[in-house]
């Protein structure tokens, strides 16, 4: 059974539905399982999925690295985890939720899929569409870059170039979607929000943290690691929620704004402009869904201007990781609340590091290099 996540209404699951008449989005109701052994999250937490996950659709997806950042946890006072979602097949956590997407679109008979994104859910669907053998259609945005198009290209899909007002693309695909016989799973669809939940259930397998900081856009991310540790609580795995962060870039966040003002609802962010691109929805479809979570939770909502975020992104290169602009978020907003004193030295902090650095090359500046004579090589080594 599906249910809104803001009037309780309910939805068969025999049918595509993906928001509610209500305008707000849709959700499975809490699973409440027991942990078996598997080498695959997707095994070992098998009870908590609302299908059977076949390892044939699989590319790989979850089962990431959680990595202590030494330096930064000695320089911040508290000890700092790293989820690395860059080691996902096309390198950022959409595959978790896109692996669960192809599932649904196979268990109602679809024989097409598609996204709207201009970025990391574009190469995502793109790529389980393929190995799927599904014909896939990604909606983009007529202003997005040549180098986002190419990273595309290789898998084939359809890439459809939209010209006209963006922001509502995302329920006008809806409507297609259902005319054309095309299921698109975007950024907050039901089931890619079940796929994110693998990432709580991996955590709390290595540490119960007192923070959980989530970079977020669409709101599906966070609304998906929220579901899975609640669904942890309700089947005795855990006794206590972490405090939950929702992080946007200052120059787009419309979901911190309505926090901040003690709004129920998200407005239009106007004149969004941000480095971290993938973050930058200014009327997120989830953004209220999220609003409510917040509140209900007592979790933050915290922004980080785009210096701070460049200078996140260099300082987790220093711990060997290469994470996109957007995925630095989280680590300068640790840094921010350490700041404020909201959060006690010593605690247990999980940033998501949501997508690899490698997709925004463009953003590094020029590195600095030494000269070297071969005839003096070795004077270049120092003492
Ligand atoms: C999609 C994305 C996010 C935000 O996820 P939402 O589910 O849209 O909130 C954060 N970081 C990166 C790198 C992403 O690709
Ligand atoms: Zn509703």
Redesign the pocket.
């Known amino acids: 059974m599906l249910k809104c996540t803001a009037c309780g209404r309910e939805y068969s699951m025999r049918k595509p539905y993906q928001r509610c008449e209500c305008g707000e989005p849709l959700e499975l109701e809490l699973f409440e399982s027991v942990p078996g052994i598997g080498r695959r999250v997707w095994e070992r937490f098998s009870g908590f999925f609302p299908f059977d996950l076949k390892p044939e659709l699989s590319l790989g997806e979850g089962d990431t690295p959680l990595t202590k950042a030494k330096k930064l946890s000695r320089e911040i006072g508290v000890k700092v985890y790293l989820k690395n979602?860059t080691t996902n097949p096309t390198w950022?956590?959409?595959d978790r939720?896109t692996y669960l997407g192809i599932h649904r679109a196979l268990q109602l008979g679809f024989k097409k899929i598609g996204t709207v994104?201009t970025?990391?859910?574009a190469a995502s669907v793109a790529a389980y569409g393929a190995f799927a053998g599904l014909e896939t259609y990604i909606l983009v945005s007529s202003t997005i870059a040549e180098e986002k198009l190419k990273a595309l290209e290789v898998y084939g899909a359809k890439i459809v170039k939209v010209h006209g007002d963006y922001g509502g693309l995302y329920y006008k695909s809806l409507e297609i979607g259902q005319k054309k016989g095309i299921y698109f799973i975007n950024?907050?669809d039901p089931f890619?929000v079940e796929g994110?939940k693998s990432i709580s259930f991996e955590i709390i397998e290595e540490i119960t943290p007192d923070y959980v900081l989530?970079?977020?856009?669409?709101?599906?991310?966070?609304?998906?690691i929220v579901k899975g540790f609640l669904e942890l609580r309700e089947s005795g795995l855990i006794e206590k929620l972490p405090t939950f962060v929702a992080v946007q870039a200052e120059g787009c966040s419309p979901i911190c704004r309505a926090f901040r003002e003690g709004k129920e609802k998200i407005e239009r962010f106007k004149n969004p402009h941000t480095i971290?691109h993938?973050?930058e929805?200014p009327y997120?479809p989830?953004g209220n869904a999220?609003l409510r979570r917040l509140k209900e939770l007592s979790g933050l909502c915290v922004t980080v201007r785009d210096e701070e975020i460049l200078e996140a992104q260099r300082a987790l290169g220093r711990e060997g990781l290469f994470?996109?602009p957007?995925?630095a978020?989280g680590v300068a907003a640790i840094r921010k609340l350490r700041e404020r004193d909201a959060i006690e030295k010593g605690a247990k902090v999980v940033g998501?590091l949501?997508?690899?650095g490698l997709?925004t090359l463009s953003y590094i500046k020029a590195p600095k290099v030494e000269e070297c004579l071969l005839e003096s090589f070795e004077e270049c080594f120092g003492e």
């Open positions: 979602e950022s956590f959409k939720g994104s970025g990391n859910m950024s907050d890619r994110y989530v970079p977020t856009s669409s709101g599906g991310l966070f609304r998906g971290a993938a973050i929805n997120p989830s999220v994470v996109q957007a995925s978020t998501i949501t997508g690899a997709k």
